[in-house]
């Protein structure tokens, strides 16, 4: 489910949301959808490009020209100017400025992918009621269950469970770990979720 619809954009950073939303036609639903599929398909892209760039100049081409799009439309500036330089610079052949540009993507990013998961979480978060409280058992139970899903990569399985404890009321100070955990899942990016919550689990499998 979306983040409910709300008068004003939020603060995102390294987004323009004003902007944004006025491109789409002020259509928060579409703004929540545009943001989740960027968050979810275009985190790994700088790396995609550094890859390609050593064995297929068209294809990082390609690809940086799509990221350059993407940012562009979601009036994020910054990293659409360094998107462009770069595409600009795989055009012209100019190898020197690859590492510097590749650099500030790579980082640049996942961290607006980031900070766009953190701003539908807590959109999410605020609109929906709040759920039963759980006990720290009950958690920990989920969380071993859930481990065993994600190192057999069941997509259903692992949605389930994450869904189940999405609906409770984790206390405060877990909430920005599972977020993240559950962003992860949600990414299909199974091993660096059990590779997150390996931590919080005191029996190795």
Not at 133 to 152: F, T
Not at 166 to 181: G, H, I, K, R
Request: glycine share 4%.
């Amino acid at each position: 489910m979306e983040p409910r619809s709300d008068d004003q954009p939020p603060a995102i950073p390294g987004i323009d949301s004003a902007e944004f939303l006025e491109r789409i036609g002020e259509d928060m639903d579409l703004f929540w959808e545009v943001l989740g599929e960027f968050s979810t398909s275009y985190r790994d892209t700088p790396a995609q490009i550094a890859a390609a760039l050593e064995r297929d100049p068209t294809a990082a081409k390609q690809l940086a020209h799509t990221l350059k799009g993407v940012l562009g439309n979601l009036a994020a500036t910054e990293l659409f100017a360094a998107c462009k330089a770069l595409d600009d610079a795989i055009r012209e052949s100019r190898t020197e400025h690859y590492p510097a540009l590749l650099a500030t993507l790579s980082q640049g990013v996942p961290i607006l992918c980031d900070a766009i998961g953190a701003a539908r979480a807590g959109q999410a978060r605020s609109d929906a009621p709040p759920g039963p409280p759980i006990s720290s058992a009950w958690l920990a139970e989920h969380y071993a269950a859930l481990r065993i899903a994600l190192q057999g990569h069941r997509a259903r399985d692992c949605k389930t469970l994450t869904d189940a404890i999405a609906a409770t009321s984790l206390p405060a100070a877990e909430q920005p770990f599972f977020d993240q955990l559950r962003a992860l899942v949600r990414a299909y990016r199974f091993k660096e979720a059990e590779d997150l919550l390996e931590p919080r689990l005191n029996v190795r499998p």
